[in-house]
């Protein structure tokens, strides 16, 4: 039986006893505010889009959590013609984040971490499961989150279809309108809660999506295109004590400064028609996930297809997943997962 030594006890009282101290008070961060950055790459066809984020003033570190990205963008024919009155085309769910296939951070030139072209899966499982519904009927409309309708997400009718939310979506865009889009940069290294220091050079790069992968039509011909009118960073500046600022660069002297974070990857493996059973080995080398979120889609979608929505994660009638760590099955036994119309098990 476990006991509690005399050597390890703490006298300890309620806050409410506090009565001769003060809370401490803030004093490092002298003031935040936000610096538009603009592209050093033309804005022209599906070429990358780079931002280089100067660490040249010496006062200011950067915060990269509370940054965001904001993108004027419309839906236009391959000849830079408008749409026409009669012609409908709209947009995927969570439009902003689909833009771009990849999304490249690098610190001093070096890249933190590997690069992955499935940007927009990411961003939109996070976003699916880390926001209320409150939160995607109001703040998450400036990323152009409307949620597709339940059992026709594959609708690509977009004038008398069944699908409200591409239709929604697409009222946007009517006509060639130019929308302007505001939302945060799904890295990993936008999620961390410790400022980047002063002086250290930051280079994002975005590279473009398929327009087939982000618009959803059933119009005849494919000659529709995305084009971004113009492109800016917001960069969240911090302007830190002096005092603050000799103390790291001594400490740097003795000690690297360290950054955590929570590392996020998407892995894709294409299923042959017709397979009805499938393992995949060695998915993870070395470290291993906290979480796993697994997720079917048509793979036509996935390469690109006016007429599928790449984020319509179907059942496809999948009996049981079994998820094995050197060769033990996680939670014990593998997870039952059928569903019918009348429920699972």
Same mark, same amino acid.
């Given at each position: 039986?476990?006991?509690?030594?005399?050597?390890?006890?703490?006298?300890?009282?309620?806050?409410?006893?506090?009565?001769?101290?003060?809370?401490?008070?803030?004093?490092?961060?002298?003031?935040?505010?936000?610096?538009?950055?603009?592209? =050093?790459?033309?804005?022209?066809?599906?070429?990358?889009?780079?931002?280089?984020?100067?660490?040249?003033?010496?006062?200011?570190?950067?915060?990269?959590?509370?940054?965001?990205?904001?993108?004027?963008?419309?839906?236009?024919?391959?000849?830079?013609?408008?749409?026409?009155?009669?012609?409908?085309?709209?947009?995927?769910?969570?439009?902003?984040? *689909?833009?771009?296939?990849? &999304?490249?951070?690098?610190?001093?030139?070096?890249?933190?971490?590997?690069?992955?072209?499935?940007?927009?899966?990411? *961003?939109? =499982?996070?976003?699916?499961?880390?926001?209320?519904?409150?939160?995607?009927?109001?703040?998450?409309?400036?990323?152009?989150?409307?949620? #597709?309708?339940?059992?026709?997400?594959?609708?690509?009718?977009?004038? @008398?279809?069944?699908?409200?939310?591409?239709?929604?979506?697409?009222?946007?865009?009517?006509? @060639?309108?130019?929308?302007?889009?505001?939302?945060? &940069?799904?890295?990993?290294?936008?999620?961390?809660?410790?400022?980047?220091?002063?002086?250290?050079?930051?280079?994002?790069?975005?590279?473009?999506?398929?327009?087939?992968?982000?618009?959803?039509?059933?119009?005849?011909?494919?000659?529709?295109?995305?084009?971004?009118? #113009?492109?800016?960073?917001?960069?969240?500046?911090?302007? =830190?004590?002096?005092?603050?600022?000799?103390?790291? @660069?001594?400490?740097?002297?003795? &000690?690297?400064?360290?950054?955590?974070?929570?590392?996020?990857?998407?892995?894709?493996? *294409?299923?042959?028609?017709?397979?009805?059973?499938?393992?995949?080995?060695?998915?993870?080398?070395?470290?291993?996930?906290?979480?796993?979120? =697994?997720?079917?889609?048509? @793979?036509?979608?996935?390469?690109?297809?006016?007429?599928?929505?790449?984020?319509?994660?179907?059942?496809?009638?999948?009996?049981?997943?079994?998820?094995?760590? #050197?060769?033990?099955?996680?939670?014990?036994?593998?997870?039952?997962?059928?569903?019918?119309?009348?429920?699972?098990?």
């Amino acid at each position: 039986m476990a006991s509690l030594s005399g050597r390890n006890f703490v006298e300890a009282q309620p806050s409410q006893l506090s009565l001769f101290d003060l809370p401490p008070t803030q004093t490092a961060v002298e003031k935040l505010y936000f610096h538009e950055v603009r592209p =050093i790459s033309q804005l022209s066809g599906l070429s990358p889009i780079e931002f280089s984020i100067s660490g040249q003033n010496g006062m200011e570190y950067v915060d990269l959590k509370r940054s965001f990205m904001n993108v004027k963008v419309k839906i236009s024919k391959k000849d830079g013609s408008d749409l026409l009155s009669t012609e409908y085309v709209g947009p995927v769910n969570l439009f902003l984040q *689909a833009l771009f296939s990849q &999304v490249d951070i690098s610190l001093q030139g070096r890249t933190a971490t590997p690069a992955s072209n499935h940007h927009p899966y990411k *961003a939109f =499982i996070q976003t699916l499961l880390g926001y209320g519904l409150n939160a995607k009927r109001s703040q998450l409309t400036s990323q152009l989150w409307v949620k #597709d309708t339940s059992g026709h997400m594959d609708d690509s009718n977009v004038n @008398s279809g069944q699908n409200s939310g591409l239709f929604e979506r697409a009222k946007y865009f009517k006509e @060639s309108k130019i929308v302007e889009l505001i939302g945060p &940069v799904y890295h990993d290294l936008c999620g961390l809660n410790r400022y980047i220091l002063n002086q250290v050079s930051i280079v994002m790069k975005f590279y473009r999506s398929n327009p087939k992968f982000c618009l959803i039509t059933n119009e005849l011909g494919d000659d529709y295109e995305v084009k971004i009118e #113009d492109m800016a960073m917001k960069i969240c500046k911090v302007q =830190i004590s002096p005092a603050v600022i000799y103390a790291h @660069s001594q400490a740097l002297q003795h &000690v690297n400064a360290k950054y955590p974070f929570i590392k996020t990857d998407v892995k894709m493996m *294409a299923l042959a028609q017709g397979q009805v059973n499938f393992t995949w080995d060695n998915i993870f080398q070395g470290m291993r996930p906290n979480k796993i979120v =697994i997720g079917f889609v048509n @793979s036509q979608a996935v390469a690109g297809s006016l007429s599928l929505n790449p984020f319509n994660f179907a059942n496809y009638d999948p009996n049981q997943i079994t998820v094995s760590i #050197d060769g033990i099955p996680a939670e014990g036994l593998p997870q039952k997962v059928y569903f019918d119309q009348g429920g699972g098990e």
